[in-house]
């Protein structure tokens, strides 16, 4: 069945913070990526998770890109993304591993695919994005089936190399079809990206994103997503209404940027997100709204 993402979503989904919390309720969260050539599509991604509301954010990266990443955004810790040892012993501490943006598909990112497959355990949720997904599209086996939840953001190309659905056939049947071919656990949910985003889970659920507009039509759109997927999943779990809030959120941003701007620039939206958060955290209906 579609549907259309409406506004109440935000309201369902974020709720208040309780005073008897930490960082480690909010969700730990590991990206992945960021090369010598992409590094900023590591940062973007780690802005979109901390704008989003991440409890505990580290990034695993190429080594050259920590100082710009720690100059913009001092919150993230960081691993090298080389030292196997110690990212074998960090992904199974963290509630939400988001991997691809920026990360290049040669051997070395492919092992880190590997990496992840032989240490994620079944509580948790893997967002994939760029990258990992032109890496799966090539080799299937690379794929963590045994994670509670799969989350993957391809446009439009990156569908069509990972389904072999040709752009002007992605269909919602054809779409589905597929993706229950590549996931036959029925764990996944699929952001197929668009200026018309639509949102898959495998129970015949269809979500469609009303909102984005052109000026969203910048390099690293996308990598905020990736992360503000697993802000929001990190703290609201990684069930189909949370992964719509953080599409809806995003385009919303973007759509309040564009309404002053001819442009949007990714890093604006995760700047806006907390004070959208805070007009969303009390339901629609609650009478102690403040
Ligand atoms: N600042 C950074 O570090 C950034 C780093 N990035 C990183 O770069 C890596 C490669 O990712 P990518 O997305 O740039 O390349 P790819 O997957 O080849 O797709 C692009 C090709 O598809 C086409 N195209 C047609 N329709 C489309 C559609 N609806 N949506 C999108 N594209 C569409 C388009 O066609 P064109 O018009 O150019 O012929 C173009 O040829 C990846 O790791 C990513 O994370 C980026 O995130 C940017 C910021
Ligand atoms: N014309 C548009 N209208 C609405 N949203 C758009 C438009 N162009 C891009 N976007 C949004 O921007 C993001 C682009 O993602 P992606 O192609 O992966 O970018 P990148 O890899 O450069 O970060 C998606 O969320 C997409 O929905
Ligand atoms: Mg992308």
Redesign the pocket.
């Known amino acids: 069945m579609m549907k259309k993402i409406e506004e109440n979503i935000l309201y369902e989904t974020i709720t208040p913070r309780k005073s008897n919390t930490h960082k480690g309720d909010y969700g730990k969260i590991l990206l992945i ?1 960021g090369n010598l ?5 590591l940062i ?1 991604s780690a802005e979109g998770a901390l704008g989003a509301g991440a409890g505990l954010i580290c990034a695993a990266t190429h080594s050259i890109n920590v100082a710009s990443l720690h100059a913009r955004d001092p919150e993230i810790m960081y691993v090298d993304w080389r030292d196997e040892q110690n990212l074998s012993k960090l992904i199974p501490q963290m509630d939400v591993i988001v991997c ?5 598909i040669d051997a070395g990112a492919k092992k880190i695919l590997q990496l992840v497959k032989a240490t994620v355990t079944n509580n948790q949720i893997v967002v994939l ?3 990992a997904l ?1 890496i799966i599209a090539t080799d299937t086996s690379v794929i963590a089936h045994q994670a509670k939840k799969i989350i993957i953001t391809p ?4 569908w069509q190399r990972l389904s072999n659905i040709r ?1 002007q056939y992605q269909n919602d049947s054809a779409n589905q079809t597929a993706l229950n071919g590549l996931f036959p656990q029925k764990n996944c949910i699929l952001v197929l ?2 200026n018309k985003t639509k949102i898959y889970d495998q129970f015949g659920n269809i979500l469609e994103n009303p909102l984005g507009n052109p000026g969203m039509a910048t ?2 759109c ?2 905020t997503l990736s992360g503000i997927i697993g802000g929001i999943c990190g703290q609201f779990g990684g069930e189909l209404n949370a992964v719509a809030s953080a599409v809806y959120l995003h385009s919303l941003a973007g759509d309040i940027i564009y309404r002053k701007n001819y442009i949007v620039r990714p890093t604006a939206i995760s700047a806006l997100l907390p004070q959208l958060l805070k007009k969303y955290e009390y339901n629609n209906n609650d009478v102690e709204r403040q």
């Open positions: 990526g050539n992409f590094g900023g599509a973007m691809g943006m920026g990360m290049g994005d760029a990258s032109d446009h439009q190309i990156e752009v990206k668009s390099g690293g996308g990598d």
